[in-house]
Nanobody
Framework: QVQMVESGGGLVQAGGSLRLSCTAS????????MAWFRQVPGKEREGVSC????????YYADSVKGRFTISRDNAKNTLYLQMNSLKPEDTAMYYC????????????????????WGQGTQVTVSS
């Protein structure tokens, strides 16, 4: 079974930055699109960003464009999310997920097709 572990969450003041990491156990990591989702209690999990098997193709939710950057290091089986200019509304549990082979789908922000998920890392932004 594929295991994915997130890290890097924490408490930060508004305007600050955090860098999340997700390390996967599968040796075929480099061949899959990867995504970040987040969830607030009482709301559905929402897509934050997706990156294709190569670094050139990325997608972002409108709410994070210009502030968040997704990247990956295939040699380390690791996915990253650099979060800058954080806002209180960014407070959520953040999850990484393995998508379809190679490319993000047109509906990359739909959580249903994702097969493997990490346990989540909490991000809290104070005002």
């Amino acid at each position: 079974q594929v295991q994915m572990v997130e890290s890097g969450g924490g408490l930060v003041q508004a305007g600050g930055s955090l860098r999340l990491s997700c390390t996967a156990s599968d040796l075929t990591f480099a061949n899959y699109a990867m995504a970040w989702f987040r969830q607030v209690p009482g709301k559905e999990r929402e897509g934050v960003s997706c990156i294709s098997w190569r670094v050139g193709n990325t997608y972002y939710a409108d709410s994070v464009k210009g502030r968040f950057t997704i990247s990956r290091d295939n040699a380390k089986n690791t996915l990253y999310l650099q979060m800058n200019s954080l806002k209180p509304e960014d407070t959520a549990m953040y999850y990484c997920a393995r998508g379809r082979p190679y490319h993000c789908s047109a509906s990359w922000d739909n959580q249903t097709p994702y097969t493997y998920w990490g346990q989540g890392t909490q991000v809290t932004v104070s005002s």
